[in-house]
Antibody
Framework: QVQLVQSGAEVKKPGASVEVSCKAS????????IHWVRQAPGQGLEWMGW????????NYAQRFQGRVTMTRDTSINTAYLELSRLRSDDTAVYYC??????????????????WGQGTLVTVSS | DIVMTQSPDSLAVSLGERATINCKSS????????????LSWFQQRPGQPPKLLIY???TRESGVPDRFSGSGSGTDFTLTISSLQAEDVAVYYC?????????FGQGTKVEIK
């Protein structure tokens, strides 16, 4: 069955960096973009960007440009989110989610159909 | 960026009654090539990740109960729960995936009256 399993909770100090992983199973990793979405405590959902596991190409939300890096390791079917220069308002649950790249079934783009369980990142001094 | 606005922010509905949530986008999410609206609805229960309910504005994801339905086109969309069940208590989000950045509505909290 399709699964996206994320790494465990992190506590970081302001100014530090954090890396969250998302391990995929049950589907062909290189056939799906991996998106990252975050949710601050009690707040809504915020899209951060995606990585194309096939090419390594990325597309980041402008507000995170310069602070975010999304990568992948196809040998272990895992995508990574790194966020640097952390601030207290980066405290959030970070989710990965997949998007089908089949342009016949989904011309232009596809919805995010499966999500990881989420990783809580707490930024506190 | 496309701004997504949901209404209401919260609603309380009796068990077995209808719940209706609206979502408006600041620009059309209708793709003329295939005449599809690039609009999803998600359900998020407390402590859980979002779950895809509806995509292309009205296509139910596999396994989603048929009491959930989506409608609308262009800039105005609706999610309807025809007969509210206890397990439907959650926050519901619309999302446009017409272009990036993908944007979400602020969420609508559904409770039991």
């Amino acid at each position: 069955q399709v699964q996206l399993v994320q790494s465990g909770a992190e506590v970081k100090k302001p100014g530090a960096s954090v890396e969250v992983s998302c391990k995929a199973s049950g589907f062909t990793f290189t056939d799906y973009y991996i998106h990252w979405v975050r949710q601050a405590p009690g707040q809504g959902l915020e899209w951060m960007g995606w990585v194309n596991p096939n090419s390594g190409g990325t597309n980041y939300a402008q507000r995170f440009q310069g602070r975010v890096t999304m990568t992948r390791d196809t040998s272990i079917n895992t995508a990574y989110l790194e966020l640097s220069r952390l601030r207290s308002d980066d405290t959030a649950v970070y989710y990965c989610a997949r998007e089908d790249t089949d342009m016949v079934t989904f011309p232009k783009t596809a919805p995010n159909d499966y999500w990881g369980q989420g990783t809580l990142v707490t930024v506190s001094s | 960026d496309i701004v997504m606005t949901q209404s209401p922010d919260s609603l309380a509905v009796s068990l077995g009654e209808r719940a209706t949530i609206n979502c408006k986008s600041s620009q059309s999410v209708l793709y003329a090539f295939n005449n599809k609206n690039y609009l999803s609805w998600f359900q998020q229960r407390p402590g859980q990740p979002p779950k895809l309910l509806i995509y292309w504005a009205s296509t139910r994801e596999s396994g989603v109960p048929d009491r959930f339905s989506g409608s609308g086109s262009g800039t105005d969309f609706t999610l309807t729960i025809s007969s509210l069940q206890a397990e439907d208590v959650a926050v519901y989000y619309c999302q446009q995936y017409y272009n990036t950045p993908r944007t979400f509505g602020q969420g609508t909290k559904v409770e039991i009256k």
